[in-house]
């Protein structure tokens, strides 16, 4: 087999060996030497760093906020795309922009202004706190600051899916005797689920090693609302380069799955999406038989 | 079906099961957009709200403090490092996976997404490991004046490392979706290949392109984690401006950092503002 | 519609060229020298004042021009920047180990740092105080009050901060004092962390929970953190309560010699830290609610009068920091035995 396809166009070769030459450059040595670094603690050393009571803590507390906030980030990033695709409203246009302003927004920015909102002299905070919640400077604080930072994976991921999918399908399911939620449980959701589910992982795996916003509205408390990330550099401060490396391989590992699920979700999310298309009656009739 | 009949479908089933009845639909909207607001325009509102709590005296005393408009200037010139540096990778990538067909493509393209789901503090942690005292790259730099942390080298390295894919993503997509049969055509009426790119590839993608830089810029220049790690946090010197931020919050400055969090939204909202109109008129969409 | 994109694009290129290239031609000017600092979190009001005072006597007595630059953080974290080429000057950090660290670790300095300057090369001392809201709501007055069960405690993380470790030694020394055993003391510390609702990793950071974001009953924190404090947010809002046993902190000061040599700036160097010791230094640091190592030079009568405190004192009370850092900060050491926070 040929390295390469024969195509007419030129500039293959200096493009792909600058683009491999950069990526080197920036990405996989600099990456590397963090494995290297952890290959030289030994398996046991490693095990050791990373199984100790507090980095656990710090994993658990990263990976179950990002989580909750992945979570919640799909449940309402649905409702705000399928609004968004199907409604008309006033304002729509600026709403629409707004939903971008977690990518576009600083993460200390977005921290400063979360923290001063929800702590408990904030507008949002002392409303809460009135009930008997507190916000700022728990758990939930970390959720909140994911949930800003996640959102638009998700809006974003499952809009274009939702605007492609033809109203014909759902007319068609309507037609045969449907009513809306069948119409929707059997027709609509499932075409969305691949997209959906590549926006929450994408959310969650942000989530997971977001650090800007989350420090100033976590109450930075290890075992209750330290999160990995700032657990590294806490290592650092401490001059544990063994230990903040450790911990900086552990949730590197655990990203790298995740970035392999998201890929195998986008494909298959293509597959279905170009089946569905094709054979576009076929799931509704399968389930109204 | 001609249209005045799929109106009257529309109509006709529109309280039943193609469309939601009038009170799901006001239910749902209602949903969405408290959601955004509570969560997106709030914090957005907050920062303006603070920075001008004081008056805009003290606001423009703020911006116009010496330390302040440093960071600005660090800030403004690692991203003119970081996102053209980026922006040739991303193009010189997306010509390559877009427009050829090669082994180990897959491969590539995952790698370029990479720096995605690595935390920004890992980032900072691995350029740390490579140039730090007892880094492996730090013998090269020992007899030399050359400083990499604690200087722009480092801010600017951090820079191009979290911003990475964001250009190549935007493009290859575009690319893909307009194969190369326009180039094609060109090369055959003997044009070479720069003069392909500069009249008809790039022409096709500059809107998407527009975007990506947007986007890369907006992430280079609000980048907190990375940049943290390995700035040293010098006044005046190396303290790019979400770090000015952090440091005057922590120095009870409340009104002063907003106000420097204000020109990071600003930005943000420009970038939005750019996208939206982009968006409208070159029919873009992500 | 081309050619301007293309125009755009390679100024987009050339103008980070041009700005770095004018970035190296202004740090050309010769008579004009540059001096860092680097120092921990509670000091940034005093050296911003101190810096301008040193500029001015400096070009009096020199003609030259001097910019001292500034960084601050917690003091651990400076400490490890420093290992990792942060080209400091001088470090004026909370605590000796810390330097100590910096000295083995990269050899930049001496070994004996600490006996180049005067007072332990210590210009200032301070010491932990508690600092309660307005009318003490819970009856706070002294170390035994913190570990009460409807207490919420902030002080910073002993792991990062340099003040926290400090205050987690005052109050041990209090305990072991008053119940007779490290026994006892390691006890008493167990539940005040308990009560920590907070744990952040700078002094600075632990002020910031307590004072603007209203978290905690009490803050523990450094004499002069707990004025600037009354002073930043009002006196009606917060009152410093005085232990009746508390620790003598000497944050010391030292040039990291090699940095200095190497940027030619070694004997401004020496003169910056020698100038604390002035009668100009020694006023403005007991400005700033530190204890002047020579009060005796103060001429000034507007400085602040801070109250005799019952003092233990590092060396005699736990031998030094060495032993210190190894027996109770270390990973595994009596701290992480101790520090399990409430779930």
Redesign the interface.
């Known amino acids: 087999m040929k390295f390469k396809t024969n195509s007419p166009l030129p500039g293959f070769a200096p493009a792909l060996f600058y683009t491999v030459l950069y990526l080197a450059l920036i990405v996989v040595i600099p990456l590397s030497g963090l494995f290297f670094k952890t290959a030289e603690l030994g398996l046991a050393q490693f095990w050791d760093l990373i199984s100790g009571e507090r980095v656990t803590h710090a994993l658990t507390i990263s990976f179950t906020t990002a989580l909750a906030a992945a979570i919640i980030n799909a449940v309402f990033g649905l409702i705000i795309a399928w609004v968004f695709v199907r409604y008309d409203f006033t304002g729509k246009g600026l709403f629409d922009a707004i939903i971008d302003l977690p990518f576009a927004l600083p993460t200390a920015v977005a921290g400063i202004a979360l923290?001063t909102l929800y702590?408990?002299?904030g507008w949002l905070g002392s409303l809460f706190n009135k009930i008997g919640i507190e916000i700022?400077?728990t758990p939930l604080g970390i959720v909140i600051a994911l949930t800003f930072i996640g959102l638009p994976f998700v809006v974003r991921s499952v809009e274009p899916v939702l605007r492609e999918l033809e109203k014909e399908l759902e007319e068609a399911a309507a037609s045969l005797g449907a009513n809306r939620w069948q119409t929707l449980y059997h027709v609509v959701f499932p075409t969305l689920l691949p997209a959906l589910l590549s926006g929450f992982a994408l959310a969650f795996a942000r989530g997971v090693g977001e650090y800007g916003s989350v420090i100033f509205i976590a109450?930075?408390?290890?075992?209750?609302s330290e999160v990995a990330p700032?657990l590294i550099?806490?290592k650092?401060?401490?001059?544990?380069y063994a230990?903040a490396t450790a911990v900086a391989a552990a949730m590197l590992l655990i990203s790298f799955v995740l970035l392999i699920l998201i890929n195998a979700l986008q494909a298959w999310s293509q597959r279905y999406k170009s089946s569905s298309q094709n054979v576009s009656t076929t799931p509704v009739q399968e389930h109204l038989a | 079906m001609n249209s005045s009949q799929r109106i009257n479908i529309t109509k006709a089933s529109s309280h039943s099961a193609i469309s939601e009845g009038k009170l799901t639909r006001w239910l749902l909207s209602t949903v969405a957009l408290s959601f955004l607001i509570l969560f997106l325009l709030l914090p957005l509102f907050t920062v303006f709200a603070e920075a001008l709590r004081n008056g805009w005296q003290t606001y423009g005393k703020a911006l116009s403090d010496a330390d302040g408009l440093a960071a600005i200037k660090l800030t403004v010139?690692a991203s003119?490092?970081a996102?053209?540096l980026n922006?040739i990778f991303g193009v010189a990538a997306a010509w390559s996976i877009a427009k050829f067909e090669f082994r180990g493509k897959v491969l590539l393209s995952t790698l370029i997404d990479l720096p995605f789901s690595v935390s920004p503090v890992v980032t900072g942690l691995i350029f740390?490991l490579m140039?730090?005292?007892s880094g492996w790259a730090?013998p090269l730099l020992n007899n030399t004046d050359i400083?990499?942390?604690?200087a722009?080298p480092g801010i600017v390295l951090v820079s191009i490392f979290v911003t990475f894919p964001f250009i190549a993503r935007e493009l290859i997509p575009l690319m893909q979706e307009q194969g190369s049969d326009e180039e094609q055509a060109a090369l055959s009426l003997g044009a070479n290949g720069w003069q392909t790119f500069?009249?008809v590839t790039?022409?096709n993608i500059?809107w998407g392109l527009l975007y990506g830089v947007l986007l890369c810029n907006a992430r280079a220049m609000g980048e907190f984690g990375a940049v943290s790690v390995v700035s040293?946090?010098?006044?005046?010197?190396t303290n790019t401006l979400p770090l000015h931020v952090e440091?005057l919050?922590?120095?009870?400055n409340?009104a002063a950092a907003f106000a420097m969090a204000s020109i990071l939204a600003c930005l943000a909202l420009v970038t939005l503002a750019i996208k939206a109109v982009l968006e409208k008129t070159h029919g873009l969409k992500h | 519609?081309?050619a301007p994109?293309?125009t755009r694009?390679l100024t987009?290129?050339l103008?980070?060229f041009l700005?770095?290239s004018l970035?190296s031609a202004t740090t050309a000017y010769a008579k004009d020298y540059s001096l860092?600092n680097v120092s921990y979190?509670p000091t940034?009001e005093l050296y911003q004042e101190f810096n301008a005072e040193f500029s001015r006597y400096w070009k009096e007595k020199t003609g030259d021009h001097i910019a001292i630059?500034?960084?601050?953080?917690?003091s651990?974290?400076q400490?490890?920047?420093v290992?990792?080429?942060?080209?400091a000057d001088v470090v004026t950090l909370a605590l000796a180990y810390d330097i100590d660290?910096i000295a083995q670790?990269?050899g930049k300095l001496p070994a004996n740092w600490q006996s180049q300057l005067a007072s332990n090369s210590a210009p200032y001392t301070s010491t932990i105080v508690l600092l309660v809201r307005k009318n003490n709501p819970k009856k706070i007055h002294d170390w035994p009050d913190l570990i009460k069960a409807d207490i919420s405690v902030v002080t910073p993380?002993p792991?990062?901060s340099g003040g926290a470790r400090w205050n987690y030694l005052a109050a041990y020394a209090f305990a072991k004092h008053a119940y007779g055993s490290d026994a006892a003391a390691e006890e008493f510390i167990s539940t005040l962390f308990k009560r920590?609702?907070?744990?952040?990793?700078?002094a600075?950071?632990a002020?910031?929970?307590f004072?603007?974001?209203?978290?905690g009953d009490v803050l523990i924190t450094w004499e002069n953190e707990a004025y600037l404090a009354l002073n930043?947010?009002g006196a009606d809002k917060f009152e410093i309560v005085l232990p009746s046993l508390s620790i003598k902190a000497e944050p010391p000061v030292a040039v990291v010699a090699a940095n200095a040599q190497k940027h030619g700036v070694a004997a401004i160097a020496q003169a910056y830290l020698e100038y604390l010791y002035s009668p100009a230094g020694q006023t403005i640091i007991a400005k700033h609610y530190f204890r002047p190592a020579k009060p005796e030079l103060i001429t000034s009568t507007e400085i602040p009068h801070l109250a005799e405190l019952n003092l233990v004192n590092i060396d005699q009370e736990f031998g030094g920091w060495a032993q210190v850092q190894a027996k109770h900060f270390n990973?595994g050491g009596v701290f992480d035995q101790l520090?399990?926070?409430r779930?």
Do not use: C
């Open positions: 923290s702590s408990g002299s700022a400077f109450g930075n408390v290890p075992y209750v700032l550099v806490i650092l401060e401490e001059y544990d230990g | 010139i003119a490092i996102v053209p922006l740390v140039f730090g005292a730090a400083q990499i942390l604690f722009l500069w009249h790039l022409p500059r040293g946090h010098i006044r005046g010197e440091i919050y922590n120095e009870y409340f | 519609m081309k994109l293309r694009l987009s290129l103008v980070p700005l770095a970035l860092l979190d940034r630059k500034q960084s601050h953080g917690g651990g974290k400490a490890r920047s290992i990792d080429g942060l080209s660290v670790k990269t993380n792991k990062t920590v609702s907070v744990l952040d990793t700078g600075r950071a002020t910031t929970t004072a603007q974001r209203g978290i930043e947010f990973d520090y399990r926070p779930r």
